[in-house]
């Protein structure tokens, strides 16, 4: 199915109306067939259209993106002002510290990940779910509240810091986590998954994300008891999303972090394993760009 197909999109969601849209679209960098950037913000304004006719009157919508530092760090820029013609209000602009392992000495190491969160209406905003598992250190803060002076650490709803619009505290998917999945070279971390459901979203809301992937969306939504109404254009990382949730119903795996979802079929079938090796070279091309 594809995100920007009116009916592919009125099929999947069947009159419901989602609370929070999580949509990770491809960057337009290197490894993903870039485009004139002007082609791709016409491509993303139909998908954004999609979703607004897709949300409740009061939701939230969250935005992955990249910003390509090798060409005037599209598209992110361009994006951001073609939301000004929507009527999605800007809320947050977040980074999340994506440390894989790369570094050129010519250039600040790229270890960023940009998160756009803007609002319809007045949905509802969980500041619980914002607290991290860094404790809060600073003291000696005060400052008068009732008449009377108090501590910072007295003064707040926990002793964690909260994350605020920089996570430092999400750990990049690699493969020595249980819920890495072989093959998918842009995987989000379910830890942010979470973060943004609970902070966006209550029990029982339907969740949108058009652009599935290795399913984190989904995966986070049946943890959380969400409903998650989701597609890929690419009918692998479809099967993908589909393996994914049917192996953490079966076994309580979040991923594939020893195997891939088509080991089956590949051990039976060497031919395929030439998509698996493709996915692996896309990955590495990724990583090269990234430190460029
Ligand atoms: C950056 S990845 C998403 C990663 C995902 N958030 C995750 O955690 O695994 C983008 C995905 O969008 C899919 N895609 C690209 N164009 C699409 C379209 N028009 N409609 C639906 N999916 C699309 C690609 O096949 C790819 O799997």
Known sequence: MDATNRSHV??????????????????????FEARDVADYVAWCEKWIRNTRDSLSEDAS????????????????PDFMVMMRSTDFKSR???????????????NWMAVRQELLYYTRG???????????????????YYKEVGGKLRENVE?????????GNVWVDVQQVFYRMNENV?????????KSSERILNASSARGDVVIDWFSHSGATLLACER???????????????????????????????????????????AADPALSSWAHEQ?????????FASA
């Open 182 to 190: 072989n093959g998918c070279y842009a995987q989000k971390p379910l």
């Open 92 to 106: 947050s602009f977040i980074t999340m510290r994506n440390q894989r392992g790369y570094g050129t000495p010519k």
């Open 61 to 76: 919508l969250y935005v992955w993106l990249g910003a390509d530092q090798a060409d005037g760090f599209q598209p992110l």
């Open 155 to 163: 003064r707040g709803k926990s002793e964690n810091i909260r994350a």
């Open 122 to 140: 007045n949905p509802p905003f969980n500041v619980e779910a914002e607290y991290t598992d860094i404790p809060k250190i600073l003291r000696g």
């Open 280 to 288: 692996e070279e896309e990955a590495a091309q990724t990583n090269l």
């Open 10 to 31: 009125t099929n999947l969601m069947n009159e419901s109306r989602a609370t929070l849209a999580i949509h990770d679209p491809p960057y337009n960098l290197v490894a």
């Open 224 to 266: 959380l008891g969400r409903r998650c109404l989701t597609m890929d254009i690419d009918p692998v990382f479809a099967e993908v999303t589909i393996r994914r949730l049917e192996r953490f119903r079966a076994t309580g795996d979040l991923g594939w972090q020893n195997g891939n979802p088509f080991q089956s079929e590949i």
